[in-house]
Nanobody
Framework: QVQLVESGGGLVQPGGSLQLSCATS????????MGWYRQTPGKERELVAT???????NYADSVKGRFTISRDTPQNTVYLRMNNLKPEDTAVYYC????????????????WGQGTQVTVSS
């Protein structure tokens, strides 16, 4: 069974930085797209950033210039470096995998991690 495990969340002051990591476990040979989403109570989950197998990144307008997504493709790990954090960045951040190959089958169902809390407050 494939699992995603996020780490790196926490409490930080406005203007501070955090780095989130998402490691995968289980039978994964390659992943097409990895990404980060976030959700606050009462709101829908929203895209933060995604990165494709060949490194093409996409960002929500609200985080452009402050967040950087990267991935270790051989290790099937994705990172989110968050700089100049603002109170409105407070949310539960979820790791996402879209389309992966397990060496035998190509899977198209999205996978989600359990989420990690990021709180930006003074």
């Amino acid at each position: 069974q494939v699992q995603l495990v996020e780490s790196g969340g926490g409490l930080v002051q406005p203007g501070g930085s955090l780095q989130l990591s998402c490691a995968t476990s289980g039978r994964i040979f390659s992943i097409e797209t990895m990404g980060w989403y976030r959700q606050t109570p009462g709101k829908e989950r929203e895209l933060v950033a995604t990165i494709t197998y060949d490194g093409a990144a996409n960002y929500a307008d609200s985080v452009k210039g402050r967040f950087t997504i990267s991935r270790d493709t051989p290790q099937n790990t994705v990172y989110l470096r968050m700089n100049n954090l603002k109170p409105e960045d407070t949310a539960v951040y979820y790791c996402n995998v879209e389309k992966f190959y397990d060496g035998t089958y190509f899977h198209t169902d999205a996978l989600w991690g359990q989420g990690t809390q990021v709180t930006v407050s003074s």
